[in-house]
């Protein structure tokens, strides 16, 4: 076969981004020069490597067995240049993704660690949705990601070399009140009394729906603010702008004016917080982030407020 380093690395952003336009975005190219690349890879391939659907593409089984050889050809060309350049490889990068609400603490507090005891290790991290990080991982633009998932906990996904999922701990989700508002001095409410009331939200999408609306609740959440960033979701909650789900996990963040408190009168919605490698043997560095990360996993905050 008959294929160029361009080539892999166009096969590599596609799957990553599921979409020609995503891809050609993140590289810098035309989507028509994309197009091109992965016309060229699929007739030295001899087999369709994605699938077009209306969302964008996704990879055939042929496809998929082409990506996990070219994340280990680049990944082995980037460690070389790294070794031609004078690196060690204990202070080589790592890519580290991770759910939102593990930024502000988890990850912040990992990173700090690091940089007293390992302060020529270089982490570049990324947030994101459970589906694009796990495609992330696959792709090999990931090295370990923190993921978080509901009961039954299955697989991220059912691809072939099976990802390494090392559970971290696990948390009940409260509900972010303010302080001064309606609930004020209370440490729970049932379902009925906060199933009216207005929700700050994430952007809804397929593969994320209405991340900060408590699940199950009777009716239709009256979404009022929709939000991507959880500190400003907070920021919202303490001025009397609405009430939001977040894990305990998140209350060393929690801005003056607001409370976690319980939700009653219905089954606990518990949360588990993974750490998921890539199939790939780790690196040295990988692994001193993963420890570093294992540390503060090791003391989540207290469920209480």
């Given at each position: ?14 799957a ?16 028509s020069?994309?197009?091109r ?23 055939t ?15 082995a060309l ?22 939102p609400?593990a ?15 390992h ?8 947030e ?36 390494r999922?090392?559970p ?5 989700l ?38 900060g609306v408590?699940?199950?609740?009777p009716?239709?959440?009256?979404v ?27 209350l060393p ?33 990988a ?6 990360l294992r ?11």
């Amino acid at each position: 076969m008959d294929m160029t380093l361009v080539g892999l690395r166009v096969l590599r952003e596609v799957a990553e981004r599921g979409t020609i336009t995503a891809a050609a975005e993140a590289l810098g190219y035309t989507q028509s020069a994309v197009s091109r690349q992965v016309a060229a890879l699929e007739q030295a391939a001899g087999a369709r490597l994605f699938d077009r659907h209306p969302g964008g593409v996704r990879l055939t089984t042929e496809g998929r067995a082409l990506l996990r050889h070219a994340v280990v050809a680049l990944d082995a060309l980037d460690a070389a240049d790294r070794e031609l350049r004078g690196g060690e490889a204990e202070d080589g990068p790592v890519r580290l993704g991770f759910f939102p609400t593990a930024g502000a603490v988890i990850v912040a507090r990992a990173l700090a660690t690091l940089r007293r005891e390992h302060p020529r290790i270089r982490v570049s991290t990324r947030e994101g949705t459970t589906p694009s990080l796990v495609r992330a991982l696959r792709t090999g633009t990931l090295d370990i990601a923190l993921l978080s998932s509901r009961p039954p906990h299955r697989s991220p996904d059912t691809d072939a070399p099976p990802l390494r999922v090392e559970p971290l701990f696990e948390t009940r989700l409260t509900v972010a009140v303010a302080a001064s508002g309606r609930f004020a001095g209370r440490d729970s409410v049932t379902a009925e009394e906060i199933a009216g009331e207005p929700w700050i939200a994430g952007p809804a999408a397929a593969e994320e729906p209405l991340l900060g609306v408590w699940p199950g609740l009777p009716g239709r959440p009256r979404v009022r603010h929709t939000v991507r960033d959880w500190l400003t979701k907070l920021h919202l909650v303490a001025a009397g702008a609405g009430i939001t789900t977040v894990p305990p996990a998140l209350l060393p963040a929690v801005p003056p004016g607001v409370r976690l408190i319980a939700v009653e009168g219905v089954a606990e919605e518990w949360r588990r917080v993974s750490l998921v490698h890539a199939p790939s043997p780790a690196t040295a560095s990988a692994n001193a982030v993963a420890h570093a990360l294992r540390q503060e996993a090791a003391e989540p905050a207290d469920d209480s407020d």
